[in-house]
């Protein structure tokens, strides 16, 4: 347990109260120096544990040994995506990134094979990103541009026809969107194969869902930071949460500490809602 008190002790407070950016610079900065000491991987890999739980799942044909994945914005040049992996979370997604931050990412990938289930996110030049990662990641997350336009998109969707193992496509929708916007993206996505839909804000997951009628994979992420906030994504619908401002703000225990909520909570959770 040295590893979640040594965060307790010396990040936490340090971190409290800054903005997020900066606080996820040092909390990175703390996570790389401990995969970095001898069996520091480890140690890391036998306190935390990523392992099938009851909470278990498929999403969109991948397994997943429970919903809870560390959200883009933390490994942005894909560079510690195994230590960030070993602090117990089913899935990693690295980026965003560009062409330039793929080929830097898969420079480390070659060296460091990853061991669990990698997700890559693509902000712009998205068709070169997404071809030359394809190999070396589970699937792909898009974020559309801010004037919605699905051209590139279209692009590696076709792209995608000619490979011989197929990725799954999930787009990251921005914030602030009208319903009737949001309601034409899903459309978009259910009539052209987009395997999901990761959302940044609550309500608009419930929207969806209900929209959708669970026809398509929701991925939570909406700054999850404490298990209550998960338990409420998914009892609103989400497949899948992504946890970033808890893993910095609170360390990595709050994995553990989630996933025992979950196990607790969430089928009394489905049970009032039906």
């Known amino acids: ?77 894909g560079e510690l995506y195994n230590d960030l992996g070993n602090l117990g979370f089913s899935f990693v997604e690295m980026g965003p990134m560009d ?65 011989p193992v197929y990725r799954p496509i999930v787009i990251k929708i921005p914030q602030g969107l009208a319903d009737s916007q949001v309601e034409t993206l899903v459309d978009y996505c259910l009539l052209n194969s987009v395997d999901g839909i990761e959302t940044r804000d609550l309500e608009q997951l419930k929207h969806i869902q209900l929209y959708a009628k669970g026809r398509i994979p929701l991925i939570a992420n909406n700054h999850i930071d404490s298990p209550e906030h998960a338990l409420e994504a998914l009892s609103a619908g989400a497949s899948l949460v992504e946890i970033r401002t808890g893993l910095v703000h609170e360390g990595p225990g709050i994995v553990r500490r989630t996933l025992k909520y979950l196990q607790e909570n969430l089928k009394e959770a489905a049970s009032r809602q039906s």
């Open 1 to 77: 347990m040295f590893l979640m008190s040594a965060y307790d002790i010396l990040i936490k407070p340090l971190v409290r109260g800054m903005e997020l950016d900066r606080a996820s610079r040092i909390s990175l900065r703390y996570f790389r120096l401990i995969g970095r000491l001898p069996l520091g991987r480890t140690i890391s890999r036998w306190v935390y544990r990523n392992r099938p739980t009851k909470l278990q799942r498929e999403v969109f044909g991948l397994q997943f040994n429970h919903p809870i994945g560390l959200g883009a914005g933390l490994d942005l040049h």
């Open 99 to 163: 062409a330039d931050g793929m080929r830097r990412a898969l420079r480390n990938l070659n060296e460091d094979p990853k061991k669990g289930i990698l997700a890559a996110c693509i902000r712009t030049d998205y068709l070169t990103a997404f071809t030359l990662a394809y190999d070396f990641c589970d699937f792909f997350v898009v974020e559309m541009p801010d004037d919605l336009t699905t051209d590139a998109l279209d692009s590696l969707l076709e792209a995608r026809i000619a490979e």
